[in-house]
T-cell receptor
């Protein structure tokens, strides 16, 4: 039973297209995250979201937008895709926000490899 | 600013101990973490340490924390070929994890 799942696993698309990556967690967690891992394996937080607020990493272009239809889902929409968006995108979730709470262990999805041609 | 630094590569022989080092910048981090990423897979939490501890042992894993120097290390005893992976150090800042660039551990038999 997968805790955090992402679809699709692979996504190949052309520059300029708009695409979405879906994320679902069945852990009952209330905070979800999106991370980007580039070709050098560097991992950076893009967004964190719970039912109270969305925290955006200021370096993320506004072509990226997270959308949460309900507590178990946080989808990532990307408009006008660029070559530099090629990366592996990881979704994660935790019981609560990380600050001062060790129980807020983050569970990661398997990743979506996005290739923009 | 927030920054977590790690050496990028470590190569050891099977049966040896591996020590992966990390330095971080935010002294207010309450917890520090080690994650493992196997090829083509997501991240798996290996262990974490609370900032008021200086050592934590969990089977073959030993985490050492020097809060004064903001230095964290992960020691893997009796390293096996199955330990080959990328190891990420991370600190918790507010609502998310800040990761180091990852150390690729290569274990030869």
């Amino acid at each position: 039973d997968t805790a955090v799942s992402q679809t699709p696993k692979y996504l190949v698309t052309q520059m300029g297209n708009d695409k979405s990556i879906k994320c679902e967690q069945n852990l009952g967690h209330d905070t979800m995250y999106w991370y980007k891992q580039d070709s050098k394996k560097f991992l950076k937080i893009m967004f964190s979201y719970n039912n109270k607020e969305l925290i955006i990493n200021e370096t993320v272009p506004n072509r990226f937008s997270p959308k949460s239809p309900d507590k178990a889902h946080l989808n990532l929409h990307i408009n006008s895709l660029e070559l530099g968006d090629s990366a592996v995108y990881f979704c994660a979730s935790s019981q609560s926000e990380l600050a001062d709470n060790w129980r807020a262990e983050q569970y990661f999805g398997p990743g979506t490899r996005l290739t923009v041609t | 600013g927030e920054d977590v630094e790690q050496s990028l590569f470590l190569s050891v022989r099977e049966g040896d101990s591996s020590v992966i080092n990390c330095t971080y910048t935010d002294s207010s981090s309450t917890y520090l973490y080690w994650y493992k990423q196997e090829p083509g897979a997501g991240l798996q939490l290996l262990t974490y340490i609370f900032s008021n501890m200086d050592m934590k042992q969990d089977q073959r894993l030993t985490v050492l924390l020097n809060k004064k120097d903001k230095h964290l290390s992960l020691r893997i005893a009796d390293t096996q070929t199955g330990d080959s992976a990328i190891y990420f150090c991370a600190e918790s800042i507010s609502t998310a994890l800040i990761f180091g660039k990852g150390t690729t551990l290569s274990v030869s038999s």
